[in-house]
Each structure stands twice: as structure tokens, then as C-alpha cells.
């Protein structure tokens, strides 16, 4: 008997990385017939903005959207459903983690367009896995049966990824998306979420599906990290007054006024939105090591 005869519980998971330690997906949670995306970015560039942007862009296009925040500010989704949402965490926690107690309705919000949003939260500061809390969130839309009725899920995950457990949204992801602005710090973040979406890949599907520059008027220093290292800048979306006041009057760039920037930004989403839909891209990229981007980036 080989490993492959055994029971799929029995397999030896290979390390997702150097050093890593890893608790495998049980294939129960496996998330089917959506397409999956991961946002990540360095902590501030504006992955939730972009996230529910992209929603709202998918919503145009027909598509039965599920926006997953992964943070325990639990702000990813507010410009789309106008409130600050409770957490599938909060909830649980009323209920003493009795999931039989739970409605739909109690964590699953509608906000823009019809884009269904939950926050999954995460535990107390200092304590605790973000792993854990999107596994329990996954688990609990399956069990009801709301994945099923999506055609794309998005994951907003908050900042660098440190370990693990803010990497466990890679485990459920088809592509994993990078938004990075035209800076030494974003572009640093940019090559260890690239380190860690390789690691993943080795034992799940994900793949590396393009970076989005953001809050950036020029992408040289962008491009130039690109072209090393094999990545590819897959949208833009420039530093515009126009995006922040979106954000701070709750509300998605599809329902600002309709000046010639902003319709702008609405076509290079929607474009996003149908390059995604229609087969994203499967892009290998090689990081470099932290000493190597330190003398490649900025001037001499």
C-alpha cells in the first residue's frame, strides 16, 4: 500500500513552506463552484476599497457576489452594506458556539447590487489564530448552503502576511491578487505575500493571479520589481481624491458622481471584473530575498 491508498485523512500534508507548520484543509470545506479570489497587500494600501470595488464591478456584470472581510476592524464591507457589521466571531459567541442557533441572517449582510458580505472577525488582540476564524467562517456558510449560491467569493485579508494564519485564506483561493502602490514598503510586503502564496501553492490550488497598483500615480518601480521577478500589473487605479471621499461617505465608486476620473476608475474595475471572470491569469513569480530587494528598489 502506497500513500495514495490511504484514507485522504491519513496523508501526510507536505510543509506549505521553510519551517512551516500547517494544519491541512479537510476537503469538506473545499469551497465549490464559485471562483475564489484572496486580496492581500501591505496593512493601509487600500485592499478594502479595492475589494468592494471589485464586488460591486462583479455585481454589474450579473455575478452572485460574497465578500468575505478578514480582519478584526471588521470594516471590510462597509462601503457596501452602509453599517459596520457584527462578526461571524460576535455571533458565535452570543450563541455559546452553538452554530445550530444561527440564521443566514444574523451574519450574512446585503450590501450594493445585491453583494452578499459577512465579516469574519478574529479573536481578542493577542490572542488566538485568524486561521481559525476563517475556517469557522467557511465552515458555517457551508453548512448554510451559501456558497452554493455564489458565482465569485472575495476574500479581504488584512495586511502582511506573518504567519499561518492570515495566510488560511490561500487554502480556499483560486487566485490570490496583490495591491501594492509605487513605494519601497508596499513593494516590499508585495515580495513576502508572493513568498507565501508560493508555499501554498504547493499543496493547494492557488496561484498568484496579477498585482493591482493603487494609490499610485506612476507603476515604474511597480513594473521594474515585476519584470525581476516575473509578476504582472493586471489593473491601476491612481491616487484620486475621488476614491477616499468614496470610502468616506460609505459608499462603493459606482455610486459617485459620474465625473470623467470617476468613470474612469468604474471601466478599469469593470475591465478587472471580466479579465478575472474569464480566466485569470496563472502567473510564476520568483521573490526575491530581503537583502536582494533592499539594494534593487529606490535610487542609489
Known amino acids: 500500500m502506497t500513500v495514495l491508498d490511504l484514507p485522504r485523512s491519513l496523508h501526510r500534508p507536505r510543509p506549505d513552506g521553510e519551517g512551516s ?3 491541512a484543509l479537510d476537503p469538506r470545506d473545499r469551497i465549490e463552484g464559485a471562483k475564489v479570489f484572496a486580496v492581500y497587500g501591505k496593512g493601509g494600501i487600500g485592499k478594502s476599497t479595492t475589494s468592494s470595488n471589485l464586488s460591486a464591478a462583479f455585481s454589474k456584470l450579473g455575478k452572485r457576489v460574497l465578500q468575505i472581510g478578514c480582519d478584526p476592524k471588521h470594516d471590510s464591507t462597509f462601503t457596501l452594506t452602509k453599517r459596520l457589521a457584527p462578526t461571524v466571531i460576535d455571533v458565535l459567541e452570543s450563541v455559546n458556539f452553538h452554530t445550530e442557533e444561527l440564521r443566514p441572517e444574523d451574519y450574512m449582510f446585503e450590501g450594493y447590487n445585491g453583494v452578499m458580505c459577512v465579516e469574519a472577525g478574529g479573536p481578542p488582540a493577542g490572542t488566538g489564530c485568524g486561521g481559525y476564524v476563517v475556517g469557522q ?4 456558510l457551508k453548512e448554510h448552503h451559501l456558497l452554493e449560491e455564489s458565482d465569485v467569493v472575495i476574500f479581504d485579508v488584512l495586511g502582511d502576511v506573518v504567519c499561518g494564519g492570515f495566510a488560511a485564506p490561500l487554502q480556499h483561493a483560486e487566485r490570490a491578487l496583490i495591491v ?11 515580495n513576502r505575500i508572493v513568498a507565501a502564496i508560493n508555499a501554498k501553492s504547493k499543496n493547494y490550488e492557488v496561484r498568484i493571479g496579477g498585482v493591482i497598483a493603487n494609490r499610485s500615480e506612476g507603476t515604474d518601480e511597480i513594473d521594474r520589481f515585476n519584470a525581476a521577478t516575473g509578476l504582472e500589473r493586471v489593473a491601476h487605479f491612481p491616487n484620486l481624491d475621488a476614491i477616499r471621499r468614496s470610502r468616506l461617505k460609505k459608499c462603493t465608486i459606482f455610486e459617485m458622481d459620474e465625473t470623467p476620473e470617476i468613470l474612469a ?7 478587472l471584473a471580466r479579465d478575472l471572470w474569464s480566466g485569470a491569469r496563472d502567473i510564476k513569480a520568483q521573490p526575491m530575498k530581503d537583502r536582494e530587494i533592499f539594494d534593487f528598489l529606490g535610487f542609489d
Open 21 to 23: 507548520v500547517q494544519v
Open 180 to 190: 501594492t502602490a509605487n513605494d519601497f514598503d508596499s513593494i516590499f510586503a508585495m
Open 137 to 140: 467562517t467557511v465552515k458555517l
Open 265 to 271: 476608475v468604474q471601466l478599469e474595475y469593470l475591465r
